[in-house]
């Protein structure tokens, strides 16, 4: 079996984290999601929810240090990226895995190991899963979708000077409402194996 990397950029509500999840549960390889803020809170010692909102804030985070020459203050937004891509490319350094978003395709670009997909739905698919998933009204969900549309559209454009959903970024982009989550799984599934022999 060769060493394979699987990044999943996705819109938010198109299921891409799950469908991340069901195929490093069948292929029995590393999830990476959430961990990257928790090795960026472990790597700094700032406060969780700072960090957490360094990660979703449209607008650059400060946090606070203390230095022997008193306090200084820093853009956490930088200084979570800067560490981000080097856990990246620790984990995918490490062994075989999956990681959802965080500009994980930028950062691995250009390695041969990995494939780089790109999750996407109609607005009114994600719409209805993401009241399902947050038990919210249609109008919250709304509200919901766009913010995080903004967000990491801001993040990525930030980051890299691309858009998230550029085809020359991805060697996948898909549809999960064409299939559904389940079998777009199946899909990517047999890609991987026919990619790195899975």
């Known amino acids: 079996m060769k060493h394979a990397v699987i990044t999943i950029g996705c819109e938010f509500g198109s299921g891409g984290p799950e469908i991340g999840k069901m195929l490093a549960d069948r292929l029995e390889i590393e999830y990476y999601d959430r961990d990257l803020v928790d090795k960026v809170v472990e ?114 454009k930030y980051v890299t000077g691309t858009y998230r959903g550029d085809r020359h970024n991805r060697q996948l982009l898909i549809d999960s409402s064409l299939l559904g989550w389940e079998e777009t799984a199946d899909y990517i599934e047999k890609l991987i194996h026919m990619k790195f022999g899975y």
């Not at 999956?98 to 009114?124: M, W």
């Not at 899963?129 to 549309?149: F, P, Q, T, V, W």
């Open 43 to 156: 790597k700094t010692g700032v406060d969780r929810e700072l960090v957490e909102k360094a990660d979703t804030s449209l607008k650059k985070v400060k946090y606070r240090f203390d230095t022997k020459f008193g306090p200084r203050y820093a853009n956490l937004t930088n200084t979570m990226i800067a560490i981000q891509f080097e856990v990246i490319q620790n984990f995918a350094d490490k062994s075989s895995c999956v990681i959802i978003g965080r500009c994980s395709d930028y950062v691995l670009k250009d390695r041969d190991d990995c494939l780089r997909i790109f999750i996407y739905a109609p607005e009114d698919v994600r719409i209805e899963n993401i009241k399902k998933e947050h038990g919210i009204s249609e109008k919250e969900a709304k509200a919901m979708m766009k913010y995080h549309d903004e967000a990491l559209h801001s993040r990525y």
